[in-house]
């Protein structure tokens, strides 16, 4: 018995071996990249502080926000989001004998288009909060600069 393969054989097996190397290949390059389509981002926190008393820090699902600026990157998802926030004082309310607060609220986490990377806790008054989304730091809340309007249009 010959141990050699006849040469339709040797083509069909070195083809199925070429395919089955390709597949190896990409498959994981593939998948990789449909990850990078389909995942949602992360997400940067923004706050707007509309209170008499200063925000001394701040959490959304548990992810800390900061007291001011831009904090960076943090997966929200989820139908709800859970603020939670501690007021400080100022150092003439300090004097005044007014005590730091602590404050939390659960609210519907707002819809999110494919470009918002940014989102926004505004702190109003008597301890209400809002959250939207934006592609930029313009606030959600406040109408945009007409300089940014013509921007988005400029580059579409």
Known sequence: MSLVLNSPNKRKWRRRGLILSLLIVL????????YGQLRTPGAMLTSENYTDRPIFSYWVNDNWGGNGGVTCCWRLDGPTAKVVWILSRTGEQARQGVKQERHEIELPMPPRGRDDRYLHVRFDPDNQVRL???PDLFSPFSPR???AQNKEVDHE
């Open 27 to 34: 498959l994981p390059l593939l998948g990789l990249y449909l």
């Open 145 to 147: 600069p007409e300089r």
């Open 132 to 134: 939207g989304w934006s």
